[in-house]
């Protein structure tokens, strides 16, 4: 059986009239947008308990399938403090600074060979 799935749903760039098209026997929202994409185009949407709660399943046209641990395809189990240790020091910060950060992409924080794959 031919599936596709659609990793940008309604986001920047996406490849809809390719899956209005009904390129595969089997169509699936994932990832790129986690609500209901609120067409015929797509049989599945998959998702976790947080991202599409039980009682909110009605609410999709998609039919749900549901990952049993975590939605985001990453490692998230990590113990970073064995893969390396950073200071203050390393960046040139003076010790009794406060750091305002925001940790939504690493790729935005760390020199690229700390990036992690």
């Given amino acids: 059986m031919n599936i596709a799935i659609d990793l940008m749903g309604y986001t920047s760039e996406n490849r809809f009239y390719i899956f209005r098209n ?28 947080i991202t599409i709660p039980k009682k909110d399943e009605k609410f999709y046209t998609e039919k749900v399938l549901r990952l049993n641990h975590f939605f985001p395809p990453n490692r998230f189990i ?10 203050k020091k390393d960046f040139k910060i003076p010790q009794n600074a406060f750091i305002f950060t925001c940790f939504n992409a690493s790729k935005k924080i760390l020199p690229k060979n700390l990036i992690f794959g």
């Fill in 22 to 49: 009904r390129i595969a026997p089997s169509q699936i929202n994932y990832l790129g947008f986690p609500g209901t994409m609120g067409s015929k185009y797509y049989d599945y949407i998959i998702g976790d308990k």
């Fill in 78 to 87: 990590r113990d970073l403090s064995s893969e390396f240790s950073l200071t």
